[in-house]
């Protein structure tokens, strides 16, 4: 089994808006990305499975990727940001922002969630995933997932995953040997 995490291109975000679960548009240059990402992922045979991230700047990747023939997944949807959504970063309440950073993994939050949590769901739907007799899944999702994965199956600190750079447009491949005990290994990151 080959599975294809990719991030979604770049969004327009002029405000630096905080924005996990926000529907946000993509950058202008939309298109030249998705079709660049085509390409870096070549062929993509007959039967492959796709996943997307509920959020627009996901499911339009997803919808040119896979010719509208995907699954929404809102276990992949970014970390929710609560009240911090649609604010500037600069307009985020400094001792709570400061909070968050000094603990992102446990720290919540207000109105939202930590990144243990969204790191619980990516795991369980990671889980699912390798219940499945597919050939080639491609999962397209958010930064902040991708590394909860990669945390998850590489057993990588979450206080230490941030250090694993997960550029918009970037695919990161994993496979796994089901014969092996669904023994998995990682081809590549932020590609």
């Known amino acids: 089994m080959e599975i294809y995490l990719i991030r979604h291109t770049a969004v327009d975000n002029p405000a630096k808006l905080c924005y996990g679960q926000s529907d946000i548009a993509l950058a202008p240059d939309w298109k030249s990305s998705f079709d660049s990402l085509k390409n870096k992922l070549g062929e993509m045979p007959a039967g492959s499975v796709f996943y997307s991230s509920p959020f627009k700047r996901c499911t339009q990747l997803a919808e040119f990727l896979s010719g509208d ?45 930590n990144f243990e949590e969204l790191f619980k769901r990516c795991a369980q739907f990671w889980d699912d995933l390798l219940s499945q007799n597919q050939s080639k899944i491609f999962i397209i999702t958010h930064g902040g997932v ?38 998995q290994k990682v081809a590549y990151i932020n590609r």
């Open 69 to 113: 023939q995907y699954l929404i997944e809102p276990r992949i949807a970014e970390m929710h940001f609560g009240n911090w959504e649609q604010h500037a970063w600069t307009e985020i309440d400094q001792t709570d922002l400061n909070l968050w950073m000094a603990n992102y993994v446990t720290y919540k939050v207000p109105g939202g969630e």
């Open 146 to 183: 991708i590394r909860s994965i990669l945390a998850y199956i590489l057993d990588i600190p979450l206080d230490k995953i941030f250090q694993l750079e997960i550029d918009y447009s970037s695919v990161t491949r994993i496979t796994v040997n089901k014969q092996y005990g669904n023994y």
